[in-house]
């Protein structure tokens, strides 16, 4: 993500999270494109089989998974979760009902 830039980046912890995320994106797309088609159907070895896609994550810390769902990385944060607009006293309830939003803030 870095790629280009030089090593005094300035960008805001938000906008490379965001980034990454618009990175991501039109891949996370296809997949569930073929997984919502049902995978895809292919011969292997003569044999009609139907490929499907396995994701497997390790992120290795709490900052990688938090980058991976969206969480902020800060403890002092007033939204934990970048696309929800709930407060952290509303996420402790079990039945929350968030309200969610993609937009860039």
Not at 23 to 47: A, D, F, H, S
Not at 66 to 91: E, F, I, Q, Y
Request: aromatic share 2%.
């Amino acid at each position: 993500m870095s790629l280009g830039k030089s090593k005094s980046d300035s960008q805001k912890s938000k906008d490379k999270v965001q980034a990454e995320h618009d990175c991501l994106r039109p891949v996370v797309n296809q997949v569930k494109e073929i997984y919502e088609n049902g995978g895809i159907k292919t011969k292997v070895m003569g044999r009609h089989v139907n490929v499907v896609i396995w994701i497997h994550i390790i992120t290795g810390d709490t900052s990688g998974h938090n980058d991976l769902c969206g969480h902020m990385n800060a403890s002092s944060t007033k939204l934990p979760v970048r696309t929800c607009r709930c407060t952290s006293d509303v996420l402790d309830d079990p039945e929350a009902i968030c309200n969610f939003s993609l937009s860039k803030k």
